[in-house]
């Protein structure tokens, strides 16, 4: 069973910082990982993702203010957001995709507001 467990969510004010921690189970190495986000009445969207090599990439509107990274050591990918607007609000999710499925971890909740 994978296991995907997401913390570092919180309130924050605009042009503030989080880090996103997400910690994962069994193999993790060799799996892409991704970050993703909804927000209420939004769909799902993409917002950084990081293959097993460390190559990234990164929705538009995230560019030059999130980055993603990993420690395979630890199991664990990271989201840094900087410089977060309102409109980065939602609900952030983990995701790792294996040939036996997709996983999601639970979603830690981001809000921006002052």
């Known amino acids: 069973q994978v296991q995907l467990v997401e913390s570092g969510g919180g309130l924050v004010q605009p042009g503030g910082s989080l880090k996103l921690s997400c910690t994962g189970s069994?193999?993790?190495?060799?799996?892409?990982m991704a970050w993703y986000r909804q927000a209420p009445g939004k769909q799902r969207e993409l917002v950084a993702s990081?293959?097993?090599?460390?190559?990234?990439n990164y929705a538009d509107s995230v560019k030059g203010r999130f980055t993603i990274s990993r420690e395979n050591a630890r199991k664990t990918v990271y989201l840094q957001m900087n410089s977060l607007k309102p409109e980065d609000s939602a609900v952030y999710y983990c995701?790792?995709?294996?040939?036996?499925?997709?996983?999601w971890g639970q979603g830690t909740q981001v809000t921006v507001s002052s």
């Open positions: 069994g193999a993790f190495s060799i799996f892409a």
């Open positions: 990081i293959t097993s090599g460390g190559s990234t």
């Open positions: 995701n790792q995709a294996r040939s036996t499925g997709v996983y």
